[in-house]
């Protein structure tokens, strides 16, 4: 689950930030540097590889608000410092989404997006997502992730879209609002985060299976091996080829 440690992200953030972020990432950068606020999150996730199956994965990063008081929609900023998905094979580029789920005296959800890079076989992804929001009332917020969902790219194996649900309902922040924003503004519509018919509550997870044509390797899925069938003596029988007897 998400835990809070209430440490401020600066000091950590410079060497990683400056080398992962959206397409501005010197201004994602220096916005998310400059915040004192991050919480620092860990969460369990259970995620589905396309039609391959579920994995285990754990999320770790950290969640930046801008602030608690707002003069217009401001930027959030949701650092991913490792989401390890497993996979046995290079990643050439990847982009996500993830649906923050606000709760307490409000109650909406708003999106983060971004992208990354290269990964190497059974690396972690690393970048930075992030989306602009504007609290609606003043009090106590509650932030939690409550979806992510990862479109990976690979030479090897193709496009395929990843989902990642939280096991539980964990909580990424506690903003406390003390000036909302007043005026209005065209806030781009927000598409429920919806997990495919494979999540059930309690589910068992059905391991990928990485075994596609011109990916596979011996150790993850080998497919059934059928034995030729063995000739008398202990020779191989082969179509056409007499059998010879001992004697």
Known sequence: MIKLTGRGAAAVTTAVLAVSGLGAAGQTSARAQANQRAAA???????NIGDLGQTAAALDGWLTPPGNTYDAPSR???HISS????????????????????????????????????????????????????????????LRVGGIEVTVNSAQAGTMVVQCVPNGTPRAEVLQVAAPYRGS?????????????????????????????????????????????????????RPGIPIHHGG
């Open 185 to 237: 503004w065209g806030r781009p519509p927000v598409r429920i985060f919806r997990p495919g018919p494979w999540y059930r509550p309690g589910m068992i997870i059905q391991r990928p299976v990485w075994d596609r044509p011109g990916w596979h390797r011996p150790g993850w899925h080998s497919p059934p091996v059928y034995h030729r069938p063995v000739g008398p003596g202990g020779g191989w029988h």
């Open 76 to 78: 959030f900023y949701l």
């Open 83 to 142: 989401l390890n998905l497993q996979a046995p094979f290079p990643i050439d580029s990847w982009n996500g989404t993830a649906w923050v789920d606000v709760s307490g005296t409000e109650n909406t959800t708003f999106q983060l997006s971004g992208s990354g890079g290269a990964v190497p076989e059974q690396g972690a992804l690393t970048g930075d997502l992030a989306g602009d929001w504007a609290p609606a009332v003043a009090g106590t917020h509650l």
């Open 41 to 47: 999150l860990s969460a369990d996730l259970t995620c």
